[in-house]
């Protein structure tokens, strides 16, 4: 029986959002015997209505509500409105994410300390260690089914992966493999094993890569204890005149104000709606923004330092064929700073189909120069580089001038590369090209970052209140019954995909927040 | 097309299909389409046919032309470019406003061409460099970025490029040559 609980039931737990942070959130408290209300923007679409159509699916999961942007990031130039590539649905980005799922290094964690002052970086060592998160790290593996961890095997390389491995080998790259993927290389968890279908982007249609769409959320929901709310999107968060949260103002699938009151809120809506929402939830206790008391809310917007670098053969390589992102190279994932950049980089594969080609190979670029690469489509490997990009204050999320439907200030996203940025991009694209010409490309391609898919860091954990937004739990410095629980907690973001280390701090909260609620404190 | 041509459409076809392996060399965009004497775009080689609502049909035989020239592929024949620019033509049919951009960039484009217009010019080079003026107008940012999804999400175009599309219903890739890569 499906739990449905009354918008004036003050003990539930209130989640906005349901991906990787919200939706294993919401389970893991509702398997403790909590109850939670998960709020979702978006709408329900099952893994069945998934579509094999990168610019239908775009439609159909994209977040397309308006977001302007600012500084002088490329992705502002060439896609002035659409600043990231996430998801408006039940499951958030781990609808359309690829499933690389890779533990931070113990470094990472402690940059600051590792990495010494770098002009303009706003460094900051997490409240948490490694150590602290290894038996999270584990479980959440084990959750997510990710393969070459806990004995699980690993996924078959498809041709995009034997180029990138025979490169690898050329260049004497030691840790080059299919991946630590959140993909059932074997059938697992009442679930389908991977058809090497190559539209992982486009979600899943058999099931096979972990979403908490139909993994947490179902789980959620069967033991009573978690009622999914999609197309109520949050507004507002509320407060009493103690400052303790007491509820969340909603929109409805008809437009109408609805209020859910709350023992507890977590903001999982992703990096540029958390702090948005936190900054539209200002008042006169908090004058600039809810839990703002820092003035850190929205800011040190990380993105990765990313970039693509697509290569040309002379003969058919047929890269979009199976999975977008089972391969790797962990070789540069090191922090050597005689490579000229503090931090690391890893080198993953990547596919686009040919529509999603032609608008990122160089958006805005036309001619010969442009058709001759995309003549080549059909012999074409490819890689998308992700390393560590450093936190800048001035990298913010900000309440725009421009208005969305219900009258409030959308959010700004104010991007400008760090140098250590520029210098590691560019190192990566020399490395991956080299990658390729010594397998025998006859032509590469550096690609800019696309809208962002990565997006971190905009209510970070600090142990200092005046330093960051959260502490060690992602409980609010400022305000006790309110959590983050996405990846806007990160403090500094290291070079591996985000999802995992999100997934991990929300079992670990969870924990917290039932314990907290246990003991009466919250 | 009359009964003459539908009747032997099927040999047109044949005709047509060879012809798209080896576009544009043997004939200029300027003779390969030609407009019929009630307004309509015609290349008979690839046996196409466009009926002009909205726009001079010389305007819409330019637009394409335009089209072929901002993302150029050899092996793509011109009706996908047609396609591509067809929802102009239909836009300045039901509104003024689009009807006057689109002429008016064109009609500059035949200006600075000189004598014989836009699509008299013999080279691409020298058309291209005509677009590059341009370039940075809105009218031009405005045809090249509709061009993204207009002519490169047409699933007829993408056979052309060795992009397969769907493949859910055929059982993903696994059996389907995934991993099939022998020269590596």
Known sequence: MVAKFNQNDDSVVVIIGSGAGGGTLGNELAQKGVDVVMLEAGERQEYEDFVNDEWASFTQLAWKDPRTTSGSWRVSKNFPTLPAWIVKAVGGSTTHWAGASLRFQDHEFRTATVYGRIPGANLLDWPITLAELEPYYARAEEKMGVTRTGGRPGLPGNNNFKIMKAGADKLGYKECHTGNMAINSVERDNRNSCQQTGFCFQGCKWGAKWSTLYTEIPKGEAIGKLEVRPQSQVVRIEHDASGKVTGVVYVDKDGKEQRQRARVVAVAGNSIESPRLLLNSASSKFPDGLANSSGQVGRNYMRHMTGSVYAVFDRPVHMYRGTTMAGIVRDEGRHDPSRGFVGGYEMETLSLGLPFMAAFLDPGAWGREFTSAIDGYSNMAGMWLVGEDMPQETNRITLSDVKDQYGLPVADVHFDDHPNDIAMRNHAYQKGAALYEAVGATRTFPTPPYPSTHNLGTNRMSANPRDGVVNKWGQTHDVKNLFVSDGSQFTTGGAENPTLTIVTLAIRQAEYIADQMKAKSI | ?184
Do not use: C
């Not at chain 2, 309509?40 to 020239?69: C, F, H, Y």
């Not at chain 2, 175009?157 to 993903?172: A, R, T």
């Open chain 2, 1 to 184: 097309m009359n009964g003459h041509q539908r009747r032997h459409a099927h040999h047109k076809t044949a005709l047509s299909r060879r012809a798209f392996l080896r576009r544009s060399s043997e004939l200029s965009f300027a003779a390969a389409v030609t407009i019929t004497a009630g307004g309509a775009l015609l290349n008979s080689s690839e046996a196409w046919a466009l009926d002009v609502k909205g726009l001079q049909p010389q305007t819409m035989k330019t637009l394409i032309l335009v089209a072929r020239d901002i993302y150029p592929h050899d092996k793509v024949p011109d009706r996908y470019y047609a396609i591509a620019m067809k929802s102009y033509d239909e836009k300045a049919a039901n509104d003024p406003g689009t009807k006057a951009q689109i002429e008016t960039f064109i009609a500059s484009l035949d200006q600075a061409a000189g004598k014989g217009g836009y699509a008299g010019v013999g080279w691409e080079s020298q058309r291209v460099a005509l677009l590059r003026a341009v370039s940075n107008s809105p009218t031009f940012e405005t045809i090249r970025s509709g061009l993204i999804v207009s002519l490169y999400n047409q699933p007829e175009v993408w056979p052309i490029f060795g992009y397969e599309g769907e493949s859910y219903s055929q059982g993903g890739y696994i059996k389907r040559g995934f991993d099939d890569i022998e020269w590596i």
